[in-house]
Each structure stands twice: as C-alpha cells, then as structure tokens.
C-alpha cells in the first residue's frame, strides 16, 4: 500500500449535477477525513469517520453532502445539485489511532479537483 | 473558535539559508497539537513536523525545527539550509485534543520559493 489514493483526480460538471469521488485510505488505518480547499486557502474540515461510523460533522457539509464509509475501508462523498461554489479540490486522508495516543499524523491523499460550470 | 493565521502569504529563501515561518493561533483550550504541513506543486500534503501543546521542548526533525511559545499562542518553523525541494506552500494546522474533535484547522498557508 503506497498510500492514501483518489478518484478521480479530476471532475468537471455542470451545475445541478451530481458527483460521488472515492477515497481509498491507507489499508491499516481505522479513521478517514474529508477537507475541502479553495484557491488560496487552507483545508477546511468536512466530516470524519472512525471505522464505518461517521462522528464528526462540520457546519460546512449541507444536506446536499453525503458521505459514507460502509464497511470501514473506502469512502465515498457525494454532491448532489451541485454549485459553482462547490469548486474545489477535496482532500481525504486517513490515520491510525494507536492505543491512547492523540494528535496522530493525517496522510492525506492527492484530491480531487471539481470544477462546477 | 479555534483559528490559525499564517500572516505572511509568501516568502523567498536562497538555498543554503535559513528561513522562517510564522504562525499564531487562537483557542482556550489547554491541551492541543500543533502541525506544520508542506504541499508541493502538484502533489500531496505530508506531514513536516509536530508539537504536542503540553511539551516545552521545541520539536525537532533533521533540518526543521520549531520555536512553540505556548503563552502567546506562536508556532514557528524553522527551516535550516533550505534546498530546492523545500519549495512549496506551508500550512500551519492545530488539532484540539479535547471534546474528542480529530479534526486539523488549517492556515491559508504561506508560499515558499527556494532561489539557486
């Protein structure tokens, strides 16, 4: 495993679309996150998963957002009626929770740029 | 809420040089984590360094090093004879400990550019 990988790497739509991007974390890593950045700024926090439950949501992730981990290993977040807003490149990574230790190092994949027209 | 501010959008290095980068954040909490992340062109985000809030001791890996001043919420990197491939954006990042939150929040980051 050589990392955490995205698909796709790129997507355009159109507005009002829909749009479902993959995420495949590292194989021995129990929680994935999803961020979301724009041009010229920092990740912002979407939603993270510990196994296949989801226990963090930010205010950021509308009900036109849905992301789910089923059996604990890949992730999917899907868009739907999408906006020109929504342009962005979406991060996963993944980390491992050893024991109690905290503050684990998140591995981050390479995104996927959307592009809403 | 907790916020990061990276105040400096880019910076220029010459190779060999040292550098650094600032950071200054904000929360009332006692316990955190502190990040540093690189991002190349065109690649993906890696782990830099980390400080744990509740560690005096500056961290330290290789060439990189940071100056935590925990009473005036600052946390700058330090990047000692700086080479071509440190060029990229830098992105401070804070992960609150407590209330259980995983979440990382990120600066807007800061572009370093490496001059031969």
């Known amino acids: 495993d050589t990392g955490v990988s995205q698909d796709p790497r790129h997507k355009i739509t159109k507005r009002g679309q829909n749009v479902t991007f993959r995420c495949d974390p590292i194989?021995?890593?129990?929680?994935l996150y999803w961020y979301r950045q724009t041009l010229g700024q920092g990740p912002e926090f979407l939603t993270y998963?510990?196994?296949?439950?989801?226990?963090?949501k930010s205010r950021l992730l509308s009900d036109r957002f849905s992301a789910e981990r089923p059996k604990g290993s890949f992730s999917t977040l899907e868009i739907q009626r999408t906006e020109q807003g929504d342009s962005a490149m979406y991060l996963c990574a993944s980390s491992s929770r050893s024991g109690t230790s905290e503050g684990d190092e998140q591995f981050f994949g390479p995104g996927t740029r959307l592009t809403v027209l | 809420a907790q916020t990061v501010t990276q105040s400096q959008p880019e910076m220029s290095v010459q190779e060999a040089e040292t550098v650094t980068l600032s950071c200054t954040y904000d929360t009332s909490e006692s316990d955190y984590y502190l990040f540093w992340y690189k991002q190349p062109p065109s690649r993906q985000m890696i782990l830099v360094i980390r400080?744990?809030?509740?560690?005096?001791q500056n961290a330290t890996e290789n060439r990189f090093s940071v100056n935590f001043q925990k009473a005036a919420k600052s946390f700058s990197l330090k990047i000692s004879d700086s080479q071509l491939g440190d060029a990229a954006m830098y992105f401070c990042a804070y992960n609150p400990t407590q209330g259980g939150s995983e979440k990382l929040v990120f600066g807007k980051g800061m572009k370093l550019t490496v001059n031969p």
């Open positions: 998963f510990q196994n296949e439950a989801q226990l963090e």
């Open positions: 400080q744990e809030a509740y560690k005096q």
């Open positions: 194989s021995e890593h129990n929680r």
